[in-house]
């Protein structure tokens, strides 16, 4: 049994009005309103997919994977448990919050707590808009996006995601990040979005390295990097992945770590079998630093 999407994000911000200000008029995404002081994002039909929490920590807090039904989450739940995870019912109070039927939760090996959820709010009477005019963000059976974490111990990881939550490895890039440092980067699947999950095993000031949106047009992606440009964000110039052959850039979120914004991935298909690189651009993405952020 095996996790069917990333459905939504939360962090920890220590600044909820600079993210409000980014989220929308840089990144595009839709002021879903405030919930217990939270700032909820939209970026399709959903209630929500990003909630920003008031927190010192600026990192992740939380990634709610979807599956089908009440049986699957049970399924998940049971194969976690016979991995040796703990697992935790959500209340009542916390259901409201997350605005789905039902959720069980745990720690992942590097302590980022995983919501494996049912029964998301769909909210089709208020259609998406962007006030950055995107044209839209590409979700539905790929999920809210990607997102890449830097963990203590990358065996116990892969194990938690691999068999715990049944996600399968798309493929591997040993990265030469200078001269000094090589990290070897796993991207892990479970839908045919290329990688829903990246792990690093590095020692990082945060757990979360970056999280991705694809968005429905290279116009899209060209309007986001103008205006990250004017505002002296870039993390890495545009440029092309080998893995996944995305277009994109990233910029310098308000909390410190990067967003990724692409359009272009290819997708995970029927013959697909795991490879390695070398490198994880074919050209681009040049280092710049960590913006103004
Ligand atoms: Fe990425």
Same mark, same amino acid.
């Given at each position: 049994?095996?996790?069917?999407?990333?459905?939504?994000?939360?962090?920890?911000?220590?600044?909820?009005?600079?993210?409000?200000?980014?989220?929308?008029?840089?990144?595009?995404?839709?002021?879903?309103?405030?919930?217990?002081?939270?700032?909820?994002?939209?970026?399709?039909?959903?209630?929500?997919?990003?909630?920003?929490?008031?927190?010192?920590?600026?990192?992740?807090?939380?990634?709610?994977?979807?599956?089908?039904?009440?049986?699957?989450?049970?399924?998940?739940?049971?194969?976690?448990?016979?991995?040796?995870?703990?697992?935790?019912?959500?209340?009542?109070?916390?259901?409201?919050?997350?605005?789905?039927?039902?959720?069980?939760?745990?720690?992942? #090996? =590097? $302590?980022?707590?995983? %919501?494996?959820?049912? +029964? *998301?709010?769909?909210?089709?009477?208020?259609?998406? /808009?962007?006030?950055?005019?995107?044209?839209?963000?590409?979700?539905?059976?790929?999920?809210?996006?990607?997102?890449?974490?830097?963990?203590?111990?990358?065996?116990?990881?892969?194990?938690?995601?691999?068999?715990?939550?049944?996600?399968?490895?798309?493929?591997?890039?040993?990265?030469?990040?200078?001269?000094?440092?090589?990290?070897?980067?796993?991207?892990?699947?479970?839908?045919?979005?290329?990688?829903?999950?990246?792990?690093?095993?590095?020692?990082?000031?945060?757990?979360?390295?970056?999280?991705?949106?694809?968005?429905?047009?290279?116009?899209?992606?060209?309007?986001?990097?103008?205006?990250?440009?004017?505002?002296?964000?870039?993390?890495?110039?545009?440029?092309?992945?080998?893995?996944?052959?995305?277009?994109?850039?990233?910029?310098?979120? #308000? =909390? $410190?770590?990067?967003? %990724?914004?692409?359009? +272009? *991935?290819?997708?995970?298909?029927?013959?697909?079998? /795991?490879?390695?690189?070398?490198?994880?651009?074919?050209?681009?993405?040049?280092?710049?630093?960590?913006?103004?952020?």
């Amino acid at each position: 049994m095996a996790v069917k999407k990333l459905g939504y994000l939360g962090f920890g911000a220590s600044d909820i009005e600079a993210w409000r200000s980014y989220a929308t008029k840089t990144l595009g995404l839709m002021d879903a309103g405030s919930k217990r002081d939270a700032l909820l994002l939209r970026l399709d039909s959903r209630g929500w997919r990003i909630g920003v929490h008031p927190s010192p920590k600026d990192d992740i807090l939380y990634a709610g994977f979807e599956v089908e039904n009440k049986a699957d989450m049970e399924r998940v739940a049971q194969t976690l448990e016979q991995c040796g995870v703990p697992i935790q019912r959500a209340n009542p109070e916390e259901l409201a919050e997350r605005a789905v039927i039902d959720f069980v939760k745990c720690k992942d #090996p =590097s $302590g980022v707590t995983i %919501e494996i959820y049912y +029964g *998301a709010s769909e909210l089709y009477e208020v259609p998406f /808009v962007s006030p950055a005019g995107v044209s839209g963000f590409i979700t539905e059976d790929q999920g809210l996006g990607h997102y890449v974490l830097s963990v203590d111990d990358l065996e116990q990881s892969l194990d938690f995601y691999i068999r715990g939550l049944g996600m399968e490895l798309s493929d591997i890039i040993d990265w030469q990040m200078n001269p000094e440092v090589k990290l070897q980067v796993n991207f892990l699947h479970c839908n045919r979005r290329h990688h829903t999950l990246a792990l690093i095993q590095a020692p990082a000031p945060k757990r979360l390295h970056h999280f991705m949106l694809e968005v429905s047009s290279f116009d899209d992606v060209g309007r986001a990097y103008d205006r990250v440009i004017d505002q002296n964000q870039v993390v890495m110039t545009m440029g092309r992945h080998t893995n996944d052959h995305m277009y994109s850039f990233y910029g310098a979120t #308000p =909390s $410190g770590f990067a967003v %990724e914004y692409g359009w +272009g *991935a290819r997708t995970i298909e029927a013959d697909w079998s /795991v490879v390695r690189y070398d490198s994880i651009s074919m050209w681009g993405h040049k280092f710049m630093g960590m913006g103004a952020a």
